[in-house]
């Protein structure tokens, strides 16, 4: 038993904030976000939320596909921007799709979260439990992002990818490879509530201990490029050597969308043509959890995959975070 993605889907909030309009914001220019980063414009959430998204693509991949909600027996929501705590925004999907067969789960993993929930995904098929899970990765980064912030209110955006992952006796996931390293979790952080039980008020010897951290990112981006590019050359390899297949077999690397230097970098320390991977950062940003479906389902619908193609998709963040999967790309509807 495999699992294969037989459909995809992607959907952004309809506003564009291009560089020039940062500029009015911050210290900033088109041509310092243009050379540092890639990034020309991303799309910003005004009325949407990460759940509206997340249906949004989810609602596309399953037209694409041809098949209705009660199809679906696993809801995977990848995210570090969910619109509340409980409901988590994989049950908010299952509500607004009028899903009632699914099993509904959230995964933090910050930008790497999609990766994740793929191997997830993947062991809860082949383990027998799950036909067909809906995986998504969803964000509204613009809720923590610092507006006041040039180092990082510059980098993201908002969006939502989703891919259906069904039971299949063809190979379609070859590999799936996942590593975290909790110890560099400060290099980037987005801090969650404060505590605000007057017990714990009262046992702090140092009120700031407990004061409210804003809850924002905030990044240490050198040290996160220097650990991105290392992260990505680990989970190619480790895919692909799991899979059993050549590098230089792979039809296009779908990396996390973060940064095209990361990328350029990756690619000339591993002889890879720069032209396999594939970037559509320069349009979208940064969308954490859902940059890699965002970009898989644009690509998909941009030119046709030939089937039995090799895809690898690599993912990196917050946490720290990495990993990846090597795919074998199967007719989609
Ligand atoms: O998805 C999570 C994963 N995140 C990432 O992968 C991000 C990885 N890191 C990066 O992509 C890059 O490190 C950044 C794009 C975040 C920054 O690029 P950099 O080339 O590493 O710049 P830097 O941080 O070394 O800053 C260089 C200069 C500094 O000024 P001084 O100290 O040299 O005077 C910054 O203050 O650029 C300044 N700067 C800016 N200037 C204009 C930082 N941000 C901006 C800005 N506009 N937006």
New binding site residues.
């Given amino acids: 038993m495999f699992s294969r993605i037989v459909a995809t889907g992607s959907s952004v909030p309809e506003l564009e904030v291009g560089n020039d309009e940062?500029a009015g914001l911050?210290?900033?220019?088109d041509e310092?976000?243009v050379t540092?980063?890639g990034m020309s414009r991303r799309h910003i959430a005004t009325t949407d939320t990460t759940s509206s998204l997340a249906a949004a693509a989810a609602r596309k991949a399953l037209d694409a596909a041809g098949l209705s909600a009660d199809d679906i027996d696993l809801i995977m929501v990848a995210t570090v921007t969910p619109d509340n705590f409980t409901p988590t925004v994989s049950c908010q999907v299952q509500a607004a799709l009028g899903n009632t067969a699914a099993t509904c789960l959230d995964l933090w993993a910050?930008?790497s979260g999609f990766v994740y929930s793929l191997r997830v995904a993947d062991s809860m098929i082949r383990a027998g439990g799950v036909h067909r899970a809906l995986i998504i990765g969803a964000e509204t980064l613009s809720r923590v992002v610092d507006w006041t912030d040039?180092?990082?209110?510059?980098?993201?955006g908002d969006g939502a990818g989703a891919v259906v992952l069904e039971a299949s006796d063809e190979p379609g996931v070859l590999a799936c490879v996942t590593r975290s390293d909790g110890s560099r979790g400060n290099v980037?952080r987005i801090p969650g509530l404060a505590n605000s039980n007057p017990w714990a008020i009262k046992a702090a010897s140092d009120a700031d201990a407990i004061a409210p951290p804003p809850s924002v990112i905030s990044?240490d981006?050198?040290?996160?490029?220097r650990?991105?590019v290392g992260a990505i050359q680990w989970s190619l390899e480790e895919s692909a050597r799991i899979a059993g297949i050549d590098i230089s077999s792979i039809y296009r690397i779908i990396p996390?969308q973060?940064?095209n230097?990361?990328i350029d970098a990756v690619a000339s320390r591993m002889g890879i043509e720069r032209d396999v991977f594939y970037t559509n950062l320069q349009r979208f940003g940064?969308t954490?959890a859902a940059?890699i479906p965002l970009a898989l389902d644009e690509l998909n619908r941009a030119e046709s995959i030939p089937v039995g193609a090799y895809l690898a998709l690599v993912g990196?963040?917050?946490g720290l975070t990495w990993g990846g999967s090597v795919i074998r790309w199967a007719q989609t509807a």
Avoid at 26 to 29: A, G, I, K, L, N
Avoid at 221 to 225: A, I
Wanted: with cysteine.
């Fill in positions: 940062l911050v210290d900033t220019s310092w976000i540092r980063t910050g930008c040039r180092n990082t209110c510059v980098l993201f980037l990044m981006g050198q040290e996160v490029f650990f991105a996390h973060a940064n230097r990361i940064n954490s940059s990196f963040g917050g």
